[in-house]
């Protein structure tokens, strides 16, 4: 199986930063996409940000030129750096992975696997 553990958040006032990250460990081949949803209360899970494993990455529009994801393909791990944080970003943060693990000698299918979620509180 799969895991993906995510670092601790935080609580910053607007304008802070936070880096948060998370590692994949188990059983994988290879990794296709890596990247984050957010989850405000009584809000929908939103996709923020993901990177492909060519690099390429893709934001949403309320977080471009705040907020930058990474991704160490070595080790299996993603970062997302927030910075200029506004009280709207207050959510539970997610990582995701999108895996492909060996099967019966070959390769899988990508299936996605998340992170515990993380809080993040930013305060006015």
């Known amino acids: 199986q799969v895991q993906l553990v995510e670092s601790e958040g935080g609580s910053v006032q607007a304008g802070g930063s936070l880096r948060l990250s998370c590692a994949a460990s188990g059983s994988i081949f290879s990794i296709t996409y890596m990247g984050w949803h957010r989850q405000a209360l009584g809000k929908q899970r939103e996709l923020v940000t993901l990177i492909t494993e060519f690099n390429t990455t893709w934001y949403l529009d309320s977080v471009k030129g705040r907020f930058s994801i990474s991704r160490d393909s070595a080790k299996n791990t993603v970062s997302l750096q927030m910075d200029s944080l506004k009280p709207e970003d207050t959510a539970v943060y997610f990582c995701?992975?999108?895996?492909?693990?060996?099967?019966?000698?070959?390769?899988?299918?990508?299936?996605?696997?998340w992170g515990q979620g993380t809080q993040v509180t930013v305060s006015s």
């Open positions: 995701y992975a999108d895996v492909r693990r060996l099967i019966g000698g070959k390769i899988g299918p990508a299936e996605r696997y």
